[in-house]
């Protein structure tokens, strides 16, 4: 196989003024990324029975700092980043512009949605934590700046729809180009995954904080929230997946092993990602136990797509370990370009992933699961996800992707190589200590360090947590000192001129059963149909809402 790279045949190239508009996008999530990690030290230092809250000017609770710290990682940085990234990626695969009235909602909506969410966290009127459970009460202009957030990621699916559809009608018959078809399977796949979100933050929590509604449904909330919860978890893995199956091959200098494979994968995600949701609500009351299998069963459905990711990822390493020189079972790793740190960031995010995985394949198994649910197991487990799988693709990619919308070159790589590797030991570290105390029945979202009991066994895990958030820390602000060093003080001219996408071994096939493959529209409908056999039992035997509860405001 000849290694060499091919060009991409339109030598497309999207217009400043678009790039500016994705850049400032992407932007405000990395800027939520500092503000997420400082209050996440602070989470870690707390296992450790160090509290360093104290400090922080204008916090009042530590359930104010575990909320920004989620909020601003879990759903400002991934979105943000997914809002960019997606439209970008799909504009490039089309050879098409972006509509620049989208590009602009995209941003002033999540701008302004930030904006407010901030405010109200700030000022502790949004003590929530992120998964905004009802009786807790936030002020409703929170719940309002995270309805714009949902919508913003609307205008960003809706740029991407027009793309395709704009590029269907000059190419009919053709295959959609790769990267394009999985940019937005992702995004299709978020859309269906937030009408959970949507209806419970509109329609309930929106005028029950207004005072509209006098009471509402906590557990009704709950399946909301949670029929967008699981695949929320996706929409954030995807883009990173992306990366991992079509950029990382050309950066590597490698070839993505199938293209079949790949659609197949992320229409997997796309039909499988919603129907699962009550893995998270196991021991809640209200739903039946065998709903709550039958979610089981479907979870582990949607395991088999990032097991054939790891398959086909691996694969497409190991042809560009072998083509640059590397022999012998596993010496190819060596040959993975380990100096380039947006390849090293998204190797070792590969690398925590197969933890991940691993103990969410645990969490999943419904017996199980009561042994570690409510445990600090479980920010063991998202850690190990989210906050290394997802946010060092996210770091990865940056060290690409701000150069090619500046223009100018990476600053200091050697400091980008070396924060990947803090970071990743000290993911490794934290995960470590609160899996292991999880294990001994200490819990998640408790100030630990106020604590007034304990458990053998807490101590040293605790003590293990505060090491690896304090690396992680160390690894996540360095990674902001390159970036703003790229920023200010990169070489101008020398970033990238096009973005790393990579080649198939083969071409996509022309005729035969994969053109069916293409059709999105089919595998939305199949994908509502499995979501409403998954829930519609539920909604027959519940509804309709009880409305019980006043708000609560705690902290
Ligand atoms: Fe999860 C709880 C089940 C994946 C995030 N999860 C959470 C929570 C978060 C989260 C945030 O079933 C807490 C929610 C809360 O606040 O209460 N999770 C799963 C399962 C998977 C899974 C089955 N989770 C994720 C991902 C996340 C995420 C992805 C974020 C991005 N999770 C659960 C369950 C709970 C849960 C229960 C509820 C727990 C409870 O009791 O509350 C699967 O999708 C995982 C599949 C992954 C794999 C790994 C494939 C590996 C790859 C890497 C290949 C690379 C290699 C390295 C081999 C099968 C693709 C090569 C490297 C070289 C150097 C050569
Ligand atoms: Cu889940």
Request: charged share 10%; net charge positive; hydrophobic share 50%.
């Amino acid at each position: 196989m000849s290694n060499a790279i091919v060009q991409d045949p339109t030598g497309f190239e999207l217009p400043e003024s678009q790039r500016r508009l994705i850049r400032w996008t992407v932007y405000i999530g990395y800027f939520a990324l500092v503000a997420g990690v400082v209050h996440g030290l602070a989470q870690a230092l707390s296992y450790a029975g160090i509290n360093i809250l104290q400090y922080f000017p204008g916090l009042h609770s530590y359930y104010q700092g575990l909320t920004i710290h989620g909020v601003a990682n879990a759903l400002v940085l991934t979105f943000a980043f997914s809002n960019g990234f997606l439209p970008l990626l799909t504009a490039r695969a089309l050879g098409r512009r972006l509509n620049a009235g989208l590009l602009h909602a995209t941003f002033w909506l999540l701008l302004v949605g930030v904006g407010l969410a901030l405010w109200k966290l700030t000022t502790n009127q949004a003590s929530v934590l992120y998964t905004a459970y009802a009786p807790l009460q936030a002020h409703w202009i929170y719940y309002l700046g995270l309805v714009l957030v949902v919508l913003s990621t609307y205008c960003a699916a809706a740029n991407m729809f027009v793309a395709l559809a704009g590029w269907r009608k000059e190419h009919r018959g053709e295959r959609i180009p790769l990267l394009a078809f999985i940019s937005v399977a992702s995004y299709a796949m978020w859309l269906i995954a937030s009408l959970g979100i949507a209806t419970s933050f509109i329609g309930f929590l929106l005028p029950w904080s207004l005072g509209i509604l006098e009471r509402t449904d906590p557990l009704l909330n709950r399946t909301l929230f949670w029929f967008t919860g699981h695949a929320i978890v996706y929409a954030w893995l995807l883009p990173a997946y992306i990366s991992w199956y079509a950029l990382i091959p050309r950066q590597t200098g490698g070839r993505i092993v199938s293209d079949s494979l790949t659609r197949v994968v992320f229409i997997l995600f796309l039909i499988l990602s919603v129907p699962t949701g009550f893995h998270h609500q196991y021991t809640d009351p209200g739903i039946t136990t065998t709903m709550k299998a039958m979610h089981a069963v479907l979870t582990f459905g949607v395991f088999y797509p990032s097991l054939a990711t790891a398959f086909s990822v691996v694969a497409a390493l190991e042809i560009a370990g072998r083509s640059n020189g590397g022999k012998g079972l596993l010496g190819w790793i060596r040959h993975l370009h380990w100096s380039d740190p947006s390849v090293t960031a998204q190797l070792l995010a590969m690398f925590t992933f197969v933890f991940g995985g691993i103990t969410g394949l645990i969490n999943a198994s419904y017996t199980v699961n009561q042994v570690v649910h409510n445990t600090a197991w479980v920010p063991g487990h998202f850690h190990m996800t989210v906050g290394s799988a997802v946010a060092m693709t996210l770091m990865g990619v940056a060290y690409w992707l701000v150069p090619y919308l500046t223009g100018r070159g990476l600053w200091g790589r050697k400091l980008a190589l070396a924060q990947s590797w803090i970071y990743a030991v000290g993911v490794l570290v934290m995960a470590r200590g609160l899996i292991s105390g999880g294990l001994e029945g200490m819990p998640r979202r408790t100030f630990m360090a106020m604590a007034t009991y304990s458990r053998p066994g807490w101590k040293l895990a605790g003590a293990i947590t505060g090491v690896g958030g304090t690396l992680m820390t160390i690894g996540a602000l360095l990674f902001f000192v390159v970036l703003l060093g790229t920023i200010f003080a990169g070489r101008k001219g020398e970033g990238p001129k096009d973005i790393p996408f990579g080649f198939t071994l083969r071409p996509p096939a022309t005729s035969g059963w994969e053109l069916r493959l293409d059709r999105l529209g089919l595998w939305v409908v199949v994908a509502i149909v499995l979501v409403v056999i998954a829930y519609a039992p539920f909604a027959i035997s519940y509804l309709p809402p009880h409305l019980v509860s006043r708000g609560f405001r705690l902290f």
